[in-house]
């Protein structure tokens, strides 16, 4: 089979299991890419996220992970909301989850994909690796270089034909395939993803600063959530989809009907009353093979006290109550700030003065410490 012919038979099969962009590139990233890596992670801009440091010398080109790589094959599935995800955030009694996770992990439905799609290429003996955002691979700068789209100014992938509601896996191969033009840069002089995002995440165009995006703070950030960000986070309980939802080319995508199979509409908004009640079994059971299982019980609970806290629903404030008393730290201090923000200063005084000192944990002492007069309105 001739490079050209095994493209083809690669595009049909990606085609077959719901891939709507394929394209190749080489094995290979310019040395801007590795420069651009070394910035973010010398800003401190990854946060938490140790890893990105640790892995960085293998993560600014392929041949790091695989030296026998030749060609990266590219490609992208299409998750795209049939209606508009924001309108959510307006149902303040509900918690928002973002789009991506309202379904089975995305990693495990996309990797299985991608074997079928690989299979072609072994077909001929050809080696392949595939990876699924879970190695220390540049995936979005390797889709730009492949013509897949280009990073817009949120630092997300952007397709023409599809928008930017797209989830990226690659696959490297020994093979030598035709390779695919680079995209170009199309954002202009729009600002919209920038201007729209509630906590200020974007220090500069094409620089995200993840110590401030809510996706990071309420998925990958394992400690308390700083208070300059609580507020902002509103009835967002797993990630934020703001700067996604507001791109102009999404207009241009059709919905995501591969991805879609896979939806399950109760999880996009979730009732905080409900979620409140949940305990780690349950919590387990309800969010099984879903992304929201993997940041765990503790973490899910310290977003769903968040957003009770800006709910305004008095009702929820025994169930706020209870959580004072929670077995994890992390509960308990959440459930604190979620209380301030919902009783008369007579009812704070008698919690603080009935838990504060009995409490051996710093972090939850510093919660109940740091509410100050003016946000209590005292």
């Not at 699924?132 to 952007?158: R, S």
């Not at 009702?315 to 730290?329: K, S």
Request: aromatic share 8%.
């Amino acid at each position: 089979m001739t490079p050209q012919a095994l493209k083809r038979a690669l595009i049909r099969r990606a085609e077959a299991q719901g891939f709507v962009l394929t394209r190749v590139t080489s094995a290979t990233l310019p040395d801007r890419i590795a420069e651009d890596l070394a910035g973010f992670i010398d800003h401190g801009y990854h946060g938490e996220m140790a890893w990105m440091a640790e892995t960085q010398d293998r993560r600014d080109s392929p041949g790091h992970l695989w030296p026998e790589a030749r060609c990266a094959v590219v490609l992208a599935m299409s998750y795209a909301p049939e209606e508009p995800p924001l309108e959510g955030l307006a149902r303040t009694d509900r918690g928002y989850v973002s789009v991506y996770a309202r379904s089975r992990d995305y990693h495990d439905e996309i990797k299985g994909k991608l074997k079928q799609v690989a299979a072609v290429l072994a077909s001929v003996n050809a080696q392949v690796k595939v990876f699924v955002d879970t190695a220390p691979l540049m995936e979005k700068p390797l889709a730009q270089q492949a013509g897949l789209g280009w990073q817009g100014k949120h630092t997300v992938l952007v397709n023409r034909q599809q928008g930017n509601w797209l989830l990226l896996g690659v696959i490297l191969t020994d093979a030598d395939l035709p390779v695919d033009p680079p995209e170009t840069d199309h954002c202009g002089s729009c600002r919209r993803c920038l201007a729209i995002c509630p906590t200020n995440a974007f220090p500069a165009p094409y620089q995200l600063d993840a110590r401030r995006c809510i996706t990071y703070l309420t998925v990958e950030h394992k400690g308390p959530i700083p208070h300059e960000f609580r507020k902002p986070i509103g009835n967002r309980i797993f990630g934020c989809d703001d700067c996604l939802a507001v791109c102009p080319w999404n207009k241009f995508a059709e919905d995501g009907q591969a991805y879609r199979r896979q939806v399950r509409e109760d999880l996009a908004t979730l009732p905080l009353g409900g979620m409140l009640a949940l305990d780690d079994a349950a919590f387990r059971r309800f969010f099984a093979s879903t992304p929201i299982k993997r940041t765990g019980f503790a973490r899910f609970m310290r977003n769903v006290l968040i957003a009770a806290g800006n709910s305004g629903d008095q009702t929820l404030v025994p169930q706020i109550e209870a959580c004072l008393n929670h077995a994890e730290p992390l509960v308990r201090g959440a459930a604190v700030w979620a209380l301030a923000q919902l009783i008369d200063p007579a009812q704070w005084q008698y919690w603080r003065d009935r838990h504060l000192s009995h409490e051996l944990d710093q972090d939850v002492q510093a919660e109940w410490l740091s509410i100050s007069v003016t946000e209590r309105g005292l």
